[in-house]
């Protein structure tokens, strides 16, 4: 079983379109994130959820907004889709406590075009 | 504040030769140090983890690394390098308290020349 699984692996879209990338933890865990890794390979926090709590959110435009409809799914809806959101956008989670690793999910590559 | 530099977005080592991988942090409070590989389209998968006990970390495929608080260091080494290492490596850091959100360097990627 796939301890954090994303979807889709690819999503091509127009401009100003609005799309969702779902995320699923079957590990248990209290706190899941999205990271934003760019064409230059950085990775960057964007949101991270603690029992469907936002407890972070980063300087990311407003047209990102995660949705937890519960502790097991952090989704991510982007709106008004622009060329500089291609990127790949990766799930995570992490438990309770510290220290903690972060479990990292596939990805999904969003090319804007 | 917490941060990491990493030294080198590539290196190139023959196999069977000494990887090392450079990591400096900054932090405010006591770090918690991470090294991720991420091999081609795939996610990250935790290599090891400095949590303040033992210096010299251990983790698996062979690697450790060794945390140096008078050089705030956290580099990665491996003795001797095999074809399946070559990837892309991200030092990360987080602060003991709060959300426990990594700090990713910007990750070096490693050639493993036959």
């Known amino acids: 079983d796939t301890a954090v699984s994303q979807t889709p692996k690819y999503l091509v879209t127009q401009m100003g379109n609005d799309k969702s990338i779902k995320c699923e933890q079957n590990?248990?865990?209290?706190?899941m994130y999205w990271y934003k890794q760019d064409s230059k390979k950085f990775l960057k926090i964007m949101f991270s959820?603690?029992?469907?709590?936002?407890?972070i959110n980063e300087t990311v435009p407003n047209r990102f907004s995660p949705k937890s409809p519960d502790k097991a799914h952090l989704n991510l809806h982007i709106n008004s889709l622009e060329l500089g959101d291609s990127a790949v956008y990766f799930c995570?989670?992490?438990?309770?406590?510290?220290?903690?690793?972060?479990?990292f999910g596939q990805g999904t590559r969003l090319t804007v075009v | 504040a917490q941060s990491v530099t990493q030294l080198g977005s590539h290196v190139s080592v023959s196999e069977g030769a000494l990887v090392l991988l450079r990591c400096n942090y900054s932090?405010?409070?006591?770090?918690?140090l991470f090294w991720y590989v991420q091999y081609p389209n795939q996610g990250l998968q935790l290599l090891l983890k400095?949590?303040?006990?033992?210096?010299l970390v251990k983790g698996i495929n062979g690697f450790e690394a060794e945390f140096k608080k008078s050089e705030t260091s956290f580099h990665l080494t491996k003795p001797s390098a095999h074809m399946s290492d070559a990837a892309e490596y991200f030092c990360?850091?987080?602060?003991?308290?709060?959300?426990?959100?990594?700090?990713f360097g910007t990750g070096t990627r490693l050639t493993v020349i036959p």
């Open positions: 990360a850091v987080s602060a003991p308290t709060g959300a426990n959100n990594l700090f």
């Open positions: 400095y949590t303040s006990a033992a210096t």
């Open positions: 590990l248990g865990h209290d706190t």
């Open positions: 959820y603690n029992n469907k709590e936002l407890i």
């Open positions: 932090s405010s409070v006591p770090p918690y």
């Open positions: 995570a989670s992490s438990s309770r406590g510290v220290p903690t690793e972060a479990f």
